[in-house]
């Protein structure tokens, strides 16, 4: 019985590894391991994403996830690039206007990073107020919010036939501006404290417009608010700006393709409510990343983030572990769902099967009993034992020896071989 048991705990152990290997394998596909590395569009270099690629790129590192930033000096390259899925681009920044979920459906949005005022800067002895004032004046447009100036421009009745315009990157923009090769420039989303925008706010050569009519454009221009731009908050010591400011401003967002992976997501997610969480000039704390955008679908992963914090694994865990613990815990699901059952029906089922063949022998052995109900010669007597014997060898090799139906059924053979001893040895007297 002890030899029986064994080898039942061994075909229990057995099937239990088959069925976490192939929960493991079903895993490794389902559940697979995030990348170690991805790419991130930023824009020109020195433009207006380029701090932020960096620092977001220290955030990653934290994690040992290595993020590659890709640079580029075409206007809506980055666009391009991202809905490009053999480009290796898995997450971008944008500008209000540069797609959206109808032009671009593989994009998921991780939520708007911040009000971005459209810097306004002039160069002229009289304080321009209205954008109308722009006829006549050599106007540059960073590339990436060139679409959206260009129709708010129109709204005022300034287009390429009354004015001339570029559409030089930042650093090429403000050179010229300086050197007085252009009247106006355009600046999207340059974060305030970066050189670019202090240089030119500290410049007297140049202004910093306040639009008068802020109100009304952000009014027909849905993607635009309001900004206000607070007196003395540049320098309170020599009141820069000297009177608050009015601009109108956009959200930036962040985006990546929906087929990045899930952790990833989440990382990046944590990067932007570290980064962007805080109070600012334009902010309040906990403002930003929103958990809705207005132009695309929102990745789930980033709303379950930003409504309920880290997860318990990510509280407790090194990034790159979080995958194997999932993996593990599907396994334990597995072990309590499928191995349990098959330690407790497998029993069972292996008692069935002998049982099923000691019943086939036993049938076997009823068609002998047959036999002998007819008169038989020596020959078919000893050809009636061969069978018999036949049957005790296939008893004989079955586990379950100690089972009453194996006890009956041998007890039958023995009387049948003295049976058929008793009728041959008659027949050969």
Do not use: C
């Not at 090769?181 to 999207?188: A, I, Q, S």
């Not at 404290?193 to 009014?219: E, F, N």
């Not at 929103?290 to 929102?298: A, I």
């Amino acid at each position: 019985m002890g030899g029986l048991d064994t080898r039942a705990v061994f075909r229990g152990l057995a099937a239990a590894i088959g069925v976490l290997a192939l929960v493991w394998l079903a895993l490794w596909y389902f559940i697979p391991a995030p990348p170690t590395s991805l790419t991130l569009s930023v824009g020109p270099k020195g433009g207006a994403f380029d701090q932020l690629g960096e620092l977001y790129r220290q955030k990653l590192a934290s994690h040992h996830v290595t993020l590659n930033l890709r640079y580029f000096d075409v206007g809506n390259e980055g666009v391009r690039l991202i809905n490009n899925p053999k480009s290796g681009v898995s997450a971008a920044f944008f500008f209000t206007g540069q797609t959206n979920a109808a032009e671009s459906p593989d994009l998921l949005s991780l939520g708007r990073i911040d009000n971005a005022p459209l810097w306004i800067f002039y160069r002229a002895a009289v304080p321009i107020d209205r954008l109308a004032h722009l006829k006549g004046k050599k106007i540059n447009v960073s590339p990436g919010v060139a679409k959206l100036v260009g129709e708010i421009l129109a709204a005022h009745g300034v287009n390429a036939g009354n004015a001339t315009i570029s559409a030089l990157l930042i650093p090429a923009a403000v050179k010229a501006l300086r050197n007085g090769d252009v009247d106006v420039v355009f600046l999207p989303a340059v974060p305030m404290d970066s050189p670019v925008i202090q240089s030119l706010l500290h410049d007297p050569r140049v202004g910093l417009m306040s639009v008068t009519q802020a109100d009304a454009i952000t009014r027909l221009f849905p993607a635009l608010h309001r900004l206000v731009l607070p007196q003395g908050v540049i320098d309170l010591e020599n009141d820069i700006p000297a009177a608050d400011v009015n601009l109108i401003g956009s959200s930036n967002v962040v985006v990546v393709r929906k087929d990045l992976h899930p952790e990833l997501i989440y990382l990046l997610a944590q990067t932007l409510k570290e980064v962007h969480g805080g109070a600012g000039i334009f902010q309040n704390a906990g403002e930003f990343p929103t958990q809705v955008d207005p132009e695309f679908p929102m990745a789930q992963e980033a709303v379950d983030y930003y409504r309920n914090g880290p997860s318990f694994l990510q509280r407790y865990l090194p990034f790159w572990m979080i995958n194997y613990a999932k993996r593990l815990a599907a396994i334990i699901v597995a072990a309590v769902a499928v191995v349990i059952p098959i330690f407790t029906y497998a029993p069972r089922l292996y008692h069935w099967l002998i049982g099923a063949r000691l019943m086939k022998l036993y049938r076997r052995l009823r068609d002998i009993e047959a036999e002998l109900e007819a008169q038989l010669t020596a020959a078919q007597i000893e050809a009636v034992q061969e069978k018999l014997e036949g049957i005790y060898r296939a008893a004989r090799i079955l586990p379950m020896r100690h089972s009453d139906l194996f006890i009956n059924l041998m007890t039958h053979i023995r009387l049948m071989r003295m049976e058929l001893a008793a009728r041959l040895a008659l027949v050969r007297d």
